[in-house]
């Protein structure tokens, strides 16, 4: 089997999804070179980080993380462009369970009961045909072994909230954009929600608009990477 492996990668050569230099064989999507070099922002460490003050007086969170720092026409950047565009679900499990590996030394995110990724339309869902979210929150879930549920929440509205606006015109825009199923599954759970790439933080809010009707509930944040707006 290895025979066959070492001969279908001279065949076809594998390439870090980051920088595109071959993968070794014992190397999966990204070199270990790009593993310990890419801008991890270790904003769960922070309280006081950027990604802390986009929430600051609008979602109450317990923690919040992102793995990386986005970074235009960086390699953060390659990462995300195969995930959405080359269909590199995989990819986004694969950087779940990486990130889990630093989370889950962080007290905050052990007490985690639930994650649940932010949901796209299910328009969007159909033509791209996955939800890179969930599978970055699957891969989350394994290595924090906490269950994923991507069926309680549900996108109703199609509206982009990524565009920039002013923080004013946001606020009318994040309602009911989102639905939960389940109320009562929710009730006293501390729940970590998952999105691909916090901007502004309006997606996230406007599921917190959602998720606040619930007794008892509590949030924590992650997502792949951070791009300021700043
Ligand atoms: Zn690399």
Redesign the pocket.
Known sequence: MALINDFMSLIFPRH??????T?FKHEYY??????VN?PHSNFHLNPDSALHRTFAGRIPIRNAGSYYIFEKSG?VQNLLHAIKYQNQKELAAHLGKLYALELTKHESFQAVDLIIPIPLHPKKLKARGFNQSEWFANGLGSGLNTLTNSQVMQRVVETSTQTRKKKYQRWENVENIFQLTNKSELENKHVLLVDDVITTGATLEAAWQALKEVDGISISIASIAFASMG
């Open positions: 870090c999804e980051a920088c595109a230099n993968l990204i070199c270990n070179y790009c593993k890419l390699k």
